[in-house]
């Protein structure tokens, strides 16, 4: 390492964000980042440690460290420490084809596992990572590069999320012609509708998809397969197909009263909307869920419902609560979370701190769940009924929520956003293409070579793994472009 004593010698610091109140007032970017020289600084904070785990990918208790990608990150780091930015993107690029996309939206597993986060604060991979490939992008060096050679095998991708795009450029770099099909208006998938713009530019997005189509990549929108396009065509006139749908089918509320109230969605149709409408006309054709003036409930505490909390704050409204059926994170690390686990310690994210800095406390309610809606006679949502719970172990062992008797309360709310995660692929998934699913209904495929029960059919992503992180799809999808290039060379 270009200075082994640096973790010793200086303390970790990362972008500012902008503040709460002026960030709520937009949907662009609020993360700010360093200026060069005090991030190539902070790239000297990587210790020459013996094991680097931030790279290893490694799951420990049922949740992975390092980085899924096998990004080098020692070497990356120690790069832009001397100030070697082209060097660092050329290692970048090796491992990671959507730097920009992880370095803004990855919870950063890679720090998880940083040696230096054993005793201290960990080095700010995350950061280092954006710095980089946007020092590319600003230096003209991120450009098109297709293959000089065509193989004449064709692939059809369904999904243009990160797993689907990451098997696009992956085929396209081995010479296969790859169309990618998508069944909204825009490519991106999960990075486009279900993110919102405040976190991921969508024109970092674009961006990346014109690079792509100059490599040769086509893409297909408004392309629906399954219900717009017969499955039977594709397989077909491809050599091979990748089914990268992703794990799109919510979970669902179940509670009496909840069919015939009006109010009621589930986040990603909330979000979806939010920014369609935001990049189709700047909010001003109304076509989008509203939360303006409305008192708000989201149900669930992930990554989603904070972008709910976010966005309902930028359209201005009443009041809001979040709903979280879990205990509440403790502020450190247990004993039975040791490094480098990933830390399970409270975290405040921005649709949180956003809250915070307005109203003075934190909008969730942990350990709390919903016994009932109530509506007016026109069916529109006026209040919901809550309970606290507990969480004991049943007959069989499993952990189970018991409501708590006299913990009672209800909360004013117009509107209901539903973030309880997802529960696997869309149903006409299997029914167009005939593939087998499995017990927790997703697309039943082998995992080392990606195949499903149907011939040339591969299946990669959340998809087959069920919801998973942005660096994880985008690893499944790499792994499913070799798995395929292997299967067409045959």
Request: glycine share 10%.
């Amino acid at each position: 390492m270009g200075k082994p004593t640096g973790f010793l010698e200086y303390k970790r610091e990362i972008g500012l964000n902008r503040s709460p109140k002026e960030r709520i007032k937009d949907y662009n970017e609020f993360h700010n980042s360093l200026s060069l020289e005090k991030q190539s600084i902070q790239g000297a904070r990587c210790m020459d440690c013996g094991v680097p785990f931030c790279q290893s990918g490694t799951v420990f208790s049922g949740m992975v460290s390092g980085c899924p990608l096998h990004n080098l990150i020692p070497e990356w780091n120690d790069l832009i420490y001397r100030g070697k930015w082209d060097l660092a993107y050329n290692r970048l690029n090796k491992t990671n084809p959507f730097p920009e996309f992880t370095g803004r939206v990855c919870p950063a597993p890679c720090e998880a596992g940083c040696t230096v986060g054993l005793n201290g604060p960990s080095v700010s991979i995350k950061e280092n990572e954006r710095a980089i490939i946007d020092t590319a992008f600003k230096n003209n060096k991120v450009v098109a590069n297709p293959p000089l050679k065509r193989t004449g095998k064709k692939i059809a991708i369904i999904g243009s999320g990160p797993a689907g795009l990451a098997a696009a450029d992956t085929l396209n770099k081995c010479g296969h012609k790859v169309t990618v099909y998508e069944r909204n208006d825009r490519p991106g998938g999960l990075l486009m509708y279900g993110i919102p713009n405040m976190k991921l530019d969508k024109e970092i997005i674009l961006r990346r998809i014109r690079l792509m189509a100059e490599e040769g990549i086509k893409f297909v929108t408004n392309a629906d397969i399954g219900k717009d396009y017969k499955a039977s065509e594709l397989i077909e006139e491809y050599d091979a197909i990748i089914l990268a749908t992703g794990a799109s089918k919510p979970r669902d509320l179940s509670i009496e009263g909840k069919e015939k109230a009006k109010g009621i969605y589930f986040a990603v149709d909330f979000l979806k909307s939010n920014t369609k409408s935001l990049l189709d006309s700047n909010h001003e054709d109304n076509n989008y869920i509203s939360a303006k003036d409305k008192n708000v409930i989201v149900i669930g505490g992930g990554d989603t419902g904070t972008d709910c909390v976010g966005t309902c704050l930028r359209h201005g409204c009443k009041s809001l609560v979040q709903l979280e059926i879990m205990p509440k994170p403790l502020g450190y690390r247990s004993e039975n979370n040791p490094w480098p686990e990933w830390p399970k310690v409270l975290k405040i994210d921005y649709g949180q701190e956003e809250f915070i800095d307005i109203y003075g406390k934190d909008p969730r309610e942990y350990l709390t769940t919903v016994t009932g809606i109530n509506t007016d006679n026109e069916g529109n949502i006026k209040s919901v009924d809550t309970a606290k719970v507990e969480w004991k172990k049943n007959n069989d062992g499993r952990m189970v929520s018991l409501n708590v008797t006299g913990s009672e309360k209800t909360y004013e709310a117009d509107l209901i956003l539903i973030a309880m995660g997802f529960v696997g692929s869309q149903s006409y998934i299997k029914e167009g293409f005939g593939i087998e699913f499995n017990s927790k209904n997703n697309i039943n495929a082998n995992s080392l070579n990606f195949k499903t029960n149907v011939p040339k059919v591969f299946a990669t992503g959340d998809a087959r793994i069920g919801q998973s992180l942005v660096v994880t799809a985008i690893n499944e999808g790499i792994n499913c472009g070799l798995s395929v290039n292997k299967f067409l060379r045959k």
